[in-house]
């Protein structure tokens, strides 16, 4: 774990426009270059039922989907990450053409930037030059709160929506990272209220960043009328630990709320489970492979979302990154084959059995049920 932050030695630029630049920057570095998960992955406590005999063969196992009335030829996500730097778009550009060959879902970074500063705007349009099956903007929570009232609110949605073209919005729910940045944006008051207003005449999907979300959380944005969850719970990118990686000297308060709430927030495995309320869902948050993949469809979700792991193979360059989504559909096609299912389809919600620390985790919910999961 590196001890300072990143000050101007670093190369970080500075003033309003550089920062943006410098912010984004910062978080692909860190993430590129740290260790930023959470210490365990809580995955590993999903264990899929083998089944000696398959019901098809490998090649007809059938991985098409639809999601939020869109045709996705695989259930798989390229979750939100980046957008307002010149790196920014090179990764929006890899990702788009990605979403494209393969057939996937995917979602820029938040449009903050472009939406205040239109000289950002390219950086997130770039996925306009590719058919991409679908595709999300994203907005933050605090942002919609910030906004100084309703109307003010959709017009960033829907300004979030024309820029790239995009099918539905991220809502990023990413307070965890707002408290331990430095003055970071932590207003809350009437979210609710907001998501309400703006689920009545936008396509919102409610996403966490990394520290899950609770039952009671879906149940609230589910009746708010959002069209989608995407769980992005703890076991992979810890957006705490990042901003601790940020801290500058002589702002040792990102830092040590950092080390502190590193592991914070609902497992992935179980926050899909608490998040099963009726509408689609998206499994996300240390999803490394097409075999986590296949645990969260097998856990209920409709798909499942990878971040960190395919920047990591995209800082390589785009054939790196075509070649690691390959393994990923091929891993979540094995694992669907080893189940015994033919489809993507037939994997949601079953063939999970929950063992170790989740299953204890789990196990203080007594008043849930959990069809589908050995529990
Ligand atoms: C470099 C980076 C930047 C991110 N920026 C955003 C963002 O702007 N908006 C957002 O909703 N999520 C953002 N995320 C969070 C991811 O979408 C995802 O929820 C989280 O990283 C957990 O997934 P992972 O463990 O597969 O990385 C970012 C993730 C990374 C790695």
Redo the contacts with the bound molecule.
């Keep these: 774990m590196r001890s300072a932050g990143w000050g101007p030695a670093s190369g970080r630029k500075e003033g309003y426009e550089l920062s943006i630049e410098g912010r984004k920057d910062d978080?692909?570095d860190i993430?590129l270059t740290e260790k930023v998960s959470a210490e365990r992955n809580w995955w590993d406590d999903v264990m899929l039922t083998h089944e000696a005999i398959p019901s098809c063969d490998l090649d007809d196992v059938d991985l098409r989907t639809s999601f939020l009335g869109r045709s996705l030829e695989a259930p798989i996500i390229i979750?939100?990450?980046?957008g307002g730097s010149k790196r920014a778009l090179e990764y929006n550009r890899m990702m788009a053409k990605a979403a494209q060959e393969f057939g996937l879902g995917m979602g820029v970074?938040?449009q903050r930037a472009g939406i205040e500063r239109p000289q950002y705007r390219a950086t997130y349009e770039v996925v306009r030059d590719y058919d991409v099956p679908l595709l999300m903007g994203?907005i933050g929570a605090p942002q919609i709160v910030r906004a100084k009232d309703m109307e003010d609110a959709a017009l960033m949605i829907s300004s979030s929506i024309d820029m790239i073209g995009a099918h539905a919005v991220?809502l990023?729910l990413n307070y965890l990272q707002e408290v331990v940045q430095q003055e970071g944006e932590t207003r809350a008051e009437d979210l609710i209220v907001r998501v309400k207003g703006l689920s009545s005449r936008f396509p919102i999907v409610a996403?966490e960043?990394?520290a899950g979300l609770s039952r009671s959380s879906a149940v609230a944005l589910r009746d708010a009328g959002i069209a989608a969850l995407d769980v992005?719970g703890m076991s992979?990118?810890s957006f705490s630990a990042v901003e601790s990686f940020r801290s500058k000297p002589g702002k040792e308060r990102p830092m040590r709320l950092g080390r502190a709430f590193w592991n914070w927030g609902i497992p992935s495995p179980a926050s899909v489970i608490f998040s099963k309320v009726g509408i689609p869902l998206i499994a996300?948050?240390?999803?490394r492979n097409g075999l986590d993949a296949a645990r969260g469809i097998a856990l209920g979700a409709d798909c499942s979302g990878?971040?960190?792991?395919l920047?990591i193979a995209a800082s390589k360059g785009y054939e790196d990154l075509a070649q690691e989504i390959g393994m990923v559909i091929d891993e979540l096609k094995a694992s669907i084959f080893l189940c015994g299912k033919d489809s993507a389809r037939a994997l949601k919600g079953s063939c999970a059995i929950v063992v170790g620390p989740t299953r204890e985790y789990l196990g203080y919910e007594g008043h849930i049920d959990y069809p589908g999961t050995g529990i």
């Design positions: 978080h692909i993430c979750s939100a990450m980046t970074g938040s994203n991220c990023h996403k960043t990394g992005g992979g990118t996300s948050g240390g999803i990878m971040a960190r792991n920047l």
